[in-house]
């Protein structure tokens, strides 16, 4: 098992640097650079070309590709991301308040979503093929088909014209003041839990049903519902590790991808940094990002991983 | 200045009648007596990239830290033409005869806001950083102060400017709300100190910025300019999302959002909450252009350049798209109501401003089938964002069709925008430019030749244009700059084409009628000192 | 094993393709009723997409200034958008759109994926272990993130745009197949055939590919309406297909969240537009995935 954890340990190496070389190259394909993001915006009068080589210079995006890539991840394995390019501050500050809010928002919506789906998948698979069954579907494939922002603006829009009330603009930390707090970030959460829950509730739905095809099962069918429920309990177990990785990887996801929700219901979270990042060509920046949001991914990744292994040891040495 | 007002008034009475009920005019028309106390909130659309007025471009910049300095000039807050110049750290000045020395006396009794008085000297090294930066810094507006000879500081309170040729624009360009006067000391010790830092002279204080989501400025207690400022302090929140913006205004979380917002945001606001909101409205110093590459055929025949703007039907659109999108005024290189301005007669004269579009595009027809081009099609360039490109792109493409033009559309990324457009790789592309005063000398420069100007995207030298410019710059008084202005404006829009104007962009500030003391003007980068602005209960 | 047993659908087809046709759609829509509905509103949008010039009112790419921010009436039924442009009409032909986009995605997507997911399951060892480690990289990237990079770095054509959405896609795509594919390789036919000497291309295409016939199906019906939600999500952020093209996500956005309120009727239509054909795509897709193999389970 040790080694396995090992090996499985090892193997996260190559595709963070994987993460980090294709970001890196990525950026440096899109056309414009921060320079001319910021000076050739149109707002003001242009730069010369002169002024504008000296700003590169400056930010070291004269030096060749390799070494760039070179001393940014020297610098990673010194635990430093470096500044941004766009306002020359340390990236870890620009992140932090904008990761505490993600965070959040993320754990809020995997709270709202986990409450709601794994009663329903259950109660859909036992149900199969009937009303309640069709119902639960419905509902969760109606979160799947509804584009989020839609939702959102519909959402805002309705607060503004019922309650001519809308949420704080600001984000107030927790432990700040807990109600501001909340009034803020829970109708974003609801919107994004529903989505999610949608998938985690299908999820759990035919988890459920492969459970229901043992053939043990299939013999208690007969004798009801409740012996069914009972039996069902002891395979729990593993009908719902595929929906805890669904949710954990849905959680991962979270953290950077909710870009356009973020900008319905203005939050300033990493998601909205990101677009914002990649627009002014802030390299430093978004190389970051990508790399922190990877990061968490593929952690979730190896921990579900490892609880496969744990729990099926064929696994282990497949 | 008069005709403004006239315009204003005329908006506001069409307003009126549009059913949204009542307006207040202008806040400062009433003569209230201003009320101590109150934190101003307001949302800014952008966040500024570094603090360094000198340095960088973005109204983002502005509206959070212009509140924390003064310049030397201003633009008079209270002028809605927002082209008067008056003192700021200056308490007045005079001109030799010849007008190549400016003597400023300055204000005694002028606190940073560590306790350090500000004298000439800090005049003369904030000017100095600006004109002649040292080696390492970065002066985009160096080029605007060419007629600069030296800057002199006679006395503690007496700075003094030495002009190479006299110009008459010279006070006003002085007035740029980017030209912070920042502590000698300091720039001496390190030129890049004020890009992470903030301290002035201004009438309030720096508290906190928190990246991403505030920023917050308390009011100056020893400010030089006794009995203000008024308001407690202010509070600026970024935010990115215009209908964001729209809600923090309409759910009362915010007072005011000083860059304008578009005519479907007004009505709602209006509509939502009636007298709690006031509407300020002024032609705004913007506007989207039509670059044409010359290097491209046919757009080297000016034939087919003039038939591109005879096409449009610039009167009609305005009614059609001032309802839809920021932009109004029919207008030409100046923006209406300002000293420069085209007066509407003449500007009827130009091509593509004939008050009868049927015989306007007849014309472009004929020049089209002159040039052999007849239902030629080509690719209009432009830039990803929202408002008011795209309006002005679909109006331009439906105009040009009238004339048997097939258009195609085609949008690059925001931010690679204007690398396309350097390297010439369009033949028709939209292109912008936007001032913070309204001044010929900075709104006319981008049309002259591409060899001394790289902000020309329609890649063309002309002469006469160049000549042009330089004589209208220098000319000794008002009524000899005014024909310059007009002879440059009639070469480059009628008889060379080289560049077509659209529509001039409209700016709307519907604010919470608890706001006085702040007057809109055609630029998003004045006014913004917040000196005079007060909240009323 | 799963790829054995549940395919009774397809056995059937296999059968008697002809006679059975019928009867096979008959036991699908009284087994499954709601994936048999969204089946039907899936080929409802594509007579609509096919027949858009015959029923569609007006050209809807005609601006008209006179009409504009009209609301819905006898002449616009379902009201005129900022531009005077029917929005019945650009609905309709916003229909070739979506599915152009979804089809297009959808079918690059899991076809690439299923390539790439079946070698990376027959040739195994050390092309497996670097194609993983290439899929468990692209799986990192945040999906919107790489969309955005690739609309930035092509540009917002639609050919290009279909290629943004689909690169995501594509190591979603191969990690299903891939774990169905290394059941296929284990199976006995699939060893004769090496031993008999086939090319790897031969057993590939002739004796692997077809056994993954149900997860390819399944994933390809779920990326259908991903891709149409994707897409309208880069217009959302102004990076999908551009005016004037009629497309529902482009409708959505721009002016249509400016007059929300004083022109519902722009972002209401487009809106459930989108959210009817994602949910038809999803009813069918998860009734066949029912039908075709209960234990493969998309993400």
Same mark, same amino acid.
């Given at each position: 098992?040790?080694?396995?954890?090992?090996?499985?340990?090892?193997?996260?190496?190559?595709?963070?640097?994987?993460?980090?070389?294709?970001?890196?190259?990525?950026?440096?394909?899109?056309?414009?650079?921060?320079?001319?993001?910021?000076?050739?915006?149109?707002?003001?009068?242009?730069?010369?070309?002169?002024?504008?080589?000296?700003?590169?210079?400056?930010?070291?995006?004269?030096?060749?590709?390799?070494?760039?890539?070179?001393?940014?991840?020297?610098?990673?394995?010194?635990?430093?991301?470096?500044?941004?390019?766009?306002?020359?501050?340390?990236?870890?500050?620009?992140?932090?308040?904008?990761?505490?809010?993600?965070?959040?928002?993320?754990?809020?919506?995997?709270?709202?979503?986990?409450?709601?789906?794994?009663?329903?998948?259950?109660?859909?698979?036992?149900?199969?093929?009937?009303w309640v069954d069709y119902a639960v579907r419905i509902f969760s494939i109606a979160g799947l088909a509804m584009p989020s922002f839609w939702l959102g603006i519909l959402m805002i829009l309705s607060f503004l014209i019922i309650f001519k009330w809308v949420p704080p603009m600001v984000y107030t930390p927790f432990w700040v003041d807990p109600w501001q707090n909340m009034v803020q970030l829970i109708w974003p959460a609801l919107a994004v839990g529903y989505r999610y829950s949608a998938v985690a509730t299908r999820m759990t739905r035919s988890s459920m049903l492969e459970v229901l095809r043992e053939d043990y099962i299939r013999t208690a069918r007969a004798k009801g519902l409740w012996l069914k429920l009972i039996l069902v309990r002891h395979a729990l177990k593993n009908a719902m590790l595929p929906v805890v990785t669904v949710i954990g990887l849905e959680f991962a996801f979270l953290l950077g991808g909710l870009v356009v929700t973020e900008q319905v219901f203005n939050l300033n979270g990493l998601g909205l940094l990101f677009v914002q990042a990649i627009a002014r060509r802030d390299y430093t920046l978004t190389q970051a990002l990508v790399l922190l949001v990877a990061s968490v991914f593929i952690f979730v990744n190896f921990v579900m991983d490892i609880m496969y292994a744990w729990l099926d040891p064929r696994i282990r040495h497949g | 200045m008069s005709n403004l007002f006239a315009r204003c008034n005329v908006g506001i009475f069409a307003l009126a009648l549009s059913a949204l009920g009542a307006m207040t005019g202008s806040s400062l028309a009433q003569a209230q007596q201003p009320r101590y106390g109150g934190e101003l909130v307001f949302p800014v659309p952008s966040e500024p990239p570094s603090y360094d007025g000198h340095k960088e471009e973005t109204f983002g910049l502005i509206h959070p830290v212009a509140p924390h300095y003064n310049g030397l000039m201003r633009v008079d807050p209270t002028d809605p033409s927002g082209t008067k110049p008056v003192g700021d750290l200056a308490e007045s000045w005079t001109i030799s005869k010849d007008g190549l020395i400016y003597t400023f006396k300055l204000h005694k009794g002028v606190k940073f806001h560590d306790g350090s008085e500000m004298t000439s000297k800090d005049i003369k090294a904030s000017y100095d950083k600006i004109i002649f930066p040292p080696p390492g810094v970065v002066s985009d507006r160096k080029g605007q102060y060419e007629v600069v000879e030296s800057i002199e500081a006679v006395d503690p309170y007496t700075v003094r400017f030495k002009l190479k040729w006299p110009t008459v624009s010279f006070l006003a360009s002085l007035a740029s709300p980017w030209n912070f006067i920042y502590k000698a000391d300091i720039l001496a010790k390190d030129p890049h100190w004020y890009e992470t830092h903030i301290m002035g002279t201004g009438p309030f204080i720096f508290v906190e910025h928190v990246k991403g989501s505030h920023w917050v400025g308390k009011k100056n207690p020893n400010y030089w300019d006794k009995g203000k400022p008024y308001l407690d302090g202010y509070r600026a929140l970024f935010i990115s999302s215009s209908s964001a913006q729209v809600a923090a205004v309409r759910g009362e979380r915010a007072h005011i959002q000083f860059r304008g917002f578009t005519p479907a945001d007004r009505d709602a606001l209006k509509t939502a909450l009636g007298d709690k909101i006031t509407v300020q409205e002024s032609p705004w110093d913007c506007v989207l252009l039509v670059a044409i590459n010359h290097k491209k055929k046919p757009f080297d025949d000016k034939r087919v350049r003039r038939a591109l703007t005879l096409a449009l039907d610039r009167y009609e659109g305005s009614k059609a798209l001032q309802r839809i999108a920021i932009v109004k005024e029919v207008a030409g290189v100046q923006v209406p109501g300002t000293p420069y301005a085209t007066p509407p007669d003449e500007l009827a004269k130009l091509a593509g401003y004939w008050k009868d579009i049927n015989a306007s595009r007849a014309e472009a027809r004929k020049l089209l089938k002159e040039a052999g081009v007849e239902g030629m099609s080509f690719t209009f360039t432009n830039r990803g964002i929202p408002m008011p490109y795209e309006p002005l792109a679909v109006w331009l493409i439906d105009q040009w069709r009238q004339i048997g033009l097939d258009v195609k559309q085609q949008v690059i990324e925001a931010a690679a925008y204007y690398a396309t457009l350097r390297k010439g790789e369009f033949d028709v592309a939209m292109d912008f430019q936007c001032g913070y005063i309204v001044e010929p000398d900075l709104d006319l420069y981008k049309f002259t030749s591409r060899e001394r100007n790289p902000a020309n995207y329609?890649?063309?030298?002309? +002469?006469?244009?160049?000549? !042009?410019?330089? %004589?209208?710059?220098?000319?000794?008084?008002?009524?000899?700059? +005014?024909?310059?202005?007009? !002879?440059?404006? %009639?070469?480059?829009?009628d008889e060379e084409a080289h560049y077509l104007m659209t529509l001039q962009w409209h700016r709307i500030i519907p604010h919470s009628s608890k706001v006085h003391g702040w007057q809109i003007t055609p630029s998003h980068y004045l006014n913004n000192e917040l000196d005079t602005v007060w909240l009323s209960q | 094993?799963?790829?054995?047993?549940?395919?009774?659908?397809?056995?059937?087809?296999?059968?008697?393709?002809?006679?059975?046709?019928?009867?096979?759609?008959?036991d699908f829509s009284r087994r499954r009723p709601l994936g048999a509905i969204g089946a039907v509103v899936v080929v409802l949008m594509l007579l609509v997409a096919v027949s858009a010039t015959v029923i569609s009112p007006?050209?809807?790419?005609?601006?008209?200034?006179?009409?504009?921010?009209?609301?819905?009436?006898?002449?616009?039924?379902?009201?005129?958008?900022?531009?005077?442009?029917?929005?019945?009409?650009?609905?309709?032909?916003?229909?070739?759109?979506?599915?152009?986009?979804?089809?297009?995605?959808?079918?690059?997507?899991?076809?690439?994926?299923?390539?790439?997911?079946?070698?990376?399951?027959?040739?195994?060892?050390?092309?497996?272990?670097?194609?993983?480690?290439?899929?468990?990289?692209?799986?990192?990237?945040?999906?919107?993130?790489?969309?955005?990079a690739m609309v930035a770095i092509l540009g917002n054509t639609l050919p290009n745009l279909i290629t943004a959405i689909t690169i995501p896609m594509i190591p979603r795509c191969a990690l299903v197949i891939r774990s169905s594919a290394l059941s296929v390789r284990e199976m006995p036919y699939v060893d004769a055939a090496r031993a008999a000497g086939f090319s790897h291309a031969r057993i590939i295409l002739r004796h692997m590919l077809p056994n993954v016939m149900a997860p390819y199906l399944i994933m390809l019906t779920a990326f259908l309406g991903q891709a149409i939600l994707l897409e309208a999500s880069l217009s959302f952020l102004g990076l999908g297909v551009q005016e004037p093209t009629a497309a529902w996500g482009l409708m959505l956005s721009g002016a249509a969240v400016e007059f929300a309120e004083t022109a519902p009727w722009m972002g209401l239509f487009p809106g459930l537009a989108i959210s009817l054909a994602v949910f038809a795509f999803n009813l069918f897709g998860d009734s066949l995935r029912d039908a075709l193999d209960p234990k493969l389970r998309t993400l």
């Open positions: 098992m040790w080694q396995f954890i090992l090996k499985r340990f090892l193997l996260m190496i190559p595709t963070l640097l994987g993460v980090a070389a294709i970001i890196f190259l990525l950026l440096r394909v899109i056309p414009g650079d921060v320079v001319e993001a910021k000076y050739m915006s149109g707002e003001g009068q242009g730069m010369s070309n002169q002024v504008m080589a000296e700003e590169r210079a400056k930010l070291g995006l004269d030096k060749p590709v390799w070494q760039q890539f070179g001393l940014w991840v020297w610098r990673l394995l010194h635990l430093d991301l470096g500044v941004s390019m766009w306002t020359g501050s340390p990236i870890t500050e620009e992140i932090k308040l904008r990761f505490a809010l993600s965070l959040q928002v993320a754990l809020m919506a995997t709270v709202i979503a986990t409450v709601l789906a794994i009663p329903l998948g259950i109660i859909a698979a036992l149900k199969q093929d009937t | 329609g890649f063309y030298d002309d +002469k006469v244009l160049d000549d !042009l410019y330089q %004589k209208q710059s220098r000319a000794p008084n008002v009524e000899e700059r +005014k024909k310059f202005v007009r !002879l440059f404006e %009639k070469r480059l829009l | 094993m799963s790829i054995s047993a549940p395919f009774d659908a397809i056995e059937v087809l296999d059968a008697a393709p002809r006679a059975r046709w019928l009867a096979v759609i008959v007006y050209d809807p790419l005609t601006v008209d200034f006179a009409a504009m921010l009209a609301p819905p009436n006898a002449a616009h039924w379902l009201g005129t958008d900022a531009y005077g442009r029917d929005v019945l009409s650009r609905i309709i032909y916003g229909s070739r759109t979506a599915l152009i986009v979804g089809f297009g995605a959808a079918l690059f997507g899991a076809s690439a994926g299923a390539v790439l997911g079946v070698g990376s399951a027959y040739f195994g060892g050390r092309i497996d272990l670097v194609l993983q480690r290439f899929m468990d990289i692209f799986i990192s990237f945040p999906l919107i993130i790489l969309a955005l």
